[in-house]
């Protein structure tokens, strides 16, 4: 079936540097892909859609400049978290819709794992 | 705005033992209803949907029933095994946001023992 692969699953900085965090679609092409982010024992809030060769739309109170979102090609799309703080740590999560999955609808999302950031 | 409310966790249950984990939601219009599971170091997954009123989503012997009058979307399954062990997440897909565009609930952590 559809994978969806998140890289890397965990990661550690500094505040005030920068982290990038990779979805990629792995045996299918994806139009569109989603960036989610999870607060302990709190919903997943979805902070931007991100279409491919276009730029990304942000959720209402989402900073653009702070997550940005680049989605070059139909099977990879980046998170780049700019200067981090520690307010940042939480878990991000990439979902990309199989344009080419016609039986299964356009409901149907592919999640990634999760990428667990901590910023000291 | 569109919520989804779904109860906390964890849920402990011994094998074979009856799950109910309840979903409630808020919108506006008739939203698809999901319910996704995610099993330790793995993605979200779908486990069953339903896209109308009264309509039953079932998969691997969960079942859950849209009721439109008390706006919810309850997961049951009548004898849950240890493999059932995982986050269970209530989501909607709001009319106007497109069907790609799901809210999810905070996720019920269940944990079945043998």
């Known amino acids: 079936g559809a994978v969806v692969s998140q890289h890397p699953s965990w990661v550690i900085c500094k505040s005030g540097t920068s982290v990038k965090i990779e979805c990629r679609s792995l045996?299918?092409?994806?139009?569109?892909m989603f960036w989610y982010r999870q607060f302990p024992k709190q919903s997943l809030m979805l902070m931007a859609t991100s279409n491919e060769g276009s730029k990304a739309t942000y959720e209402q109170g989402v900073e653009k400049d702070k997550f940005l979102i680049n989605h070059a090609s139909l099977t990879l799309s980046t998170l780049t978290v700019t200067s981090a703080h520690p307010e940042d740590s939480s878990f991000y999560i990439c979902s990309a819709n199989n344009a080419g999955d016609y039986l299964s609808g356009a409901n149907v999302l592919t999640f990634g794992a999760g990428s667990r950031l901590t910023v000291l | 705005g569109d919520s989804v409310t779904q109860m906390e966790g964890p849920v402990t249950l011994s094998e074979e033992a009856f799950l109910t984990i309840n979903c409630t939601y808020t919108a506006t219009g008739y939203p698809s209803l999901f319910w996704y599971v995610q099993y330790p170091g793995e993605g979200l997954q779908l486990l069953l949907k339903a896209t109308k009123a009264d309509d039953k989503g079932s998969n691997k012997g969960f079942e859950a029933t849209y009721r439109k009058e008390t706006t919810s979307f309850h997961l049951e399954k009548g004898s849950v095994q240890v493999s059932d062990s995982a986050v269970y997440f209530c989501a909607l897909s709001p009319l106007s946001g497109g069907y790609n565009k799901l809210i999810f609930g905070a996720g019920t952590r269940l944990a079945v023992h043998p």
């Open positions: 045996d299918f092409q994806a139009t569109t």
